[in-house]
């Protein structure tokens, strides 16, 4: 069954560029100064100042898979929340070991 628009054939960064409004060969030619000049032009970056040397990087939380059994009510609340409930659930977990933790 045909959708009625065009089938595009490429690789990842291809299908990015086709669909997006951005022009990309404009931006290619940005010098850092250009950039630069553009942040500070911009009114939602005003004052901003970051301090690189005060970031702390970290890679993602490694997670583990389980099986556990809880309450249907529990499932259901947490469920009932909407998407992100598992992480919520984490969330929670993660607040009571650190709290015996000390």
Known sequence: MKSGRPTVN??????????SETDWDRLRTLTDADVEAAIASDPD???MVVDWT???MSGPDRKASMTMKVDADVLAFFKGTGRGWQARINAVLR????HRRG
């Not at 490429?10 to 669909?19: A, I, N, Y």
């Not at 607040?95 to 650190?98: F, Q, R």
């Open 10 to 19: 490429g690789t990842d960064e291809q299908m990015v560029e086709h669909l």
């Open 45 to 47: 970056e005003a004052g």
């Open 54 to 56: 005060a970031v702390k």
């Open 95 to 98: 607040s009571y070991v650190d």
